[in-house]
């Protein structure tokens, strides 16, 4: 069954096909480790981990790279102030930037591990590959493409008749009101690939080169990287749909000086995850970390289902509602899936139907909306089991390791339980349903067996 996928270069939906039949290359710009993610920033890596399976599932073999962004991002799109690495540092009290870094790493990997998304064939930092960026810009300088200033040196984006095509940029119109600080720099979509460090003081991460002593701009990295660990033309590179105007539209821009490629034949940018209709960002008030939501009551595979009920690219709202939503759903679906029994076999009739959803670029509503379809459905229970273990290795949802909990149960939900047994017993079964479906809100799960009725919290 074909793959249909979103391609930002092309603006359009069109059929994936991957160009070598060994691996399917996918480059995923990974997180700035100067500060924890937060929620936003984890949306956007559950989306490229959704691809990711989805396209193990067609059966394709995925070498996956992530990059630890750990040097050379400026706290200014236009290439001006001051590296966020080193404003990380003077922030925690002159703590070593390179300890910084290390420990946000790994605070960022268990955040991926709790939310279930795959380990990467790869993670590569920029610090690790500076040899590599150097050789990149040599490249790209010898090719005629560069020009020194007094802080650095410059890609000269003149040079190129499409640069921006990317994101459709009005490149006379930034011209005529540049919205970046010119500096030296001849145009304002120019930008740094190798910054000097300051004359009059020592920066924690700074390297020789052949231009000066200094350390590589943002953009350089991935594309370094990127060519080394995939090729310089590869199937699917993502991000943020913030990285499109200005890093993603840069990183081709190199590519296209140093190899005459786009890098990626798919670019592909998950949406922005919204707090009041505003982009949720590190330095703003609404700033949420993973552990802010498991410290909250709520299991981070509930995030892991809101985000599954909208399409990547569209951007979510969150609230605290939402995810409750989200926490009752899942509790309900892993009842029902823990209460099947073992030994049936996948539905393929259902399996295909899955396929395509997911294969209509990734469409996981349409594809949560189809299980639950199966949830309610004809099909034998040990089937049902089967068949949703098959489509959770696109969901991710780990369904086979959750496990109810027993625990002490509350008054108030014994009460509810004694109500909900009378009103069966009066054989009053709307009014049953409702309760049963409150305590289930509340947490806890009642299973009517051949041996009785019991209730028990799930987790």
């Not at 670019?267 to 995850?273: D, P, R, T, V």
């Not at 041996?451 to 028990?456: A, F, Q, S």
């Amino acid at each position: 069954m074909q793959l249909y996928l979103y391609d930002t270069w092309q603006r359009e939906t069109r059929a994936f096909e991957p160009l070598n039949a060994e691996y399917v290359g996918l480059y995923c710009c990974g997180p700035t480790v100067y500060d924890y993610a937060h929620i936003g920033n984890l949306r956007t890596y559950m989306f490229e981990d959704t691809l990711r399976r989805v396209l193990e599932f067609n059966g394709f073999s995925v070498r996956h790279v992530v990059n630890i962004t750990d040097v050379g991002h400026l706290v200014s799109d236009g290439d001006d102030g001051e590296d966020k690495m080193e404003r990380g540092s003077r922030r925690a009290g002159g703590e070593s930037a390179w300890v910084l870094a290390d420990r946000y790493t790994a605070a960022f990997q268990v955040d991926m591990r709790a939310l279930n998304n795959l380990e990467p064939t790869l993670w590569c930092r920029a610090t690790e590959h500076i040899a590599e960026q150097i050789d990149f810009i040599a490249n790209i300088e010898a090719k005629g493409f560069t020009y020194r200033t007094t802080d650095g040196i410059y890609f000269d984006s003149s040079q190129q008749d499409d640069y921006g095509y990317l994101a459709r940029l009005d490149l006379a119109g930034l011209q005529a009101g540049s919205r970046v600080e010119m500096g030296e720099k001849h145009h304002p979509t120019d930008f740094a690939l190798w910054k000097f460090s300051p004359l009059d003081s020592q920066r924690q991460m700074e390297w020789n080169s052949p231009w000066g002593r200094g350390f590589p701009g943002w953009h350089i990295e991935c594309s370094a990287m990127s060519s080394k660990y995939l090729s310089p033309w590869f199937d699917i590179h993502c991000g943020g749909e913030d990285h499109v105007a200005v890093h993603h539209t840069n990183e081709i821009a190199q590519s296209q000086a140093c190899h005459g490629t786009r890098a990626a034949n798919f670019w592909m940018h998950g949406y922005f995850l919204q707090l009041d209709n505003v982009k949720m960002s590190k330095s703003g008030s609404d700033f949420l970390r993973l552990q802010t939501v498991i410290d909250r009551g709520y299991d981070p595979m509930a995030y892991r289902y809101l985000n599954l009920s909208a399409h990547y690219r569209k951007q979510l709202s969150f609230s605290w509602e939402a995810l409750d939503s989200a926490q009752q759903a899942l509790m309900r679906l892993r009842v029902s899936y823990f209460g099947w029994p073992q030994g049936g076999e996948v539905d393929q009739a259902f399996s295909e139907a899955f396929l395509r959803e997911v294969n209509q670029d990734l469409n996981t509503p349409r594809a949560l909306a189809l299980v639950w379809s199966l949830v309610k459905g004809s099909l034998s229970n040990a089937d049902k089991k089967a068949t949703l273990r098959h489509c959770d290795q696109v969901l991710g949802l780990a369904l086979d390791s959750w496990q109810p909990v027993e625990a002490i149960i509350p008054a108030e939900v014994m009460a509810l339980f004694e109500t909900r047994q009378a009103a069966r017993k009066a054989k009053n079964w709307q009014e049953a349903d409702a309760l049963r479906k409150r305590i289930l809100e509340l947490g806890y799960v009642i299973e009517d067996g051949e041996h009785g009725v019991t209730i028990k919290a799930v987790s």
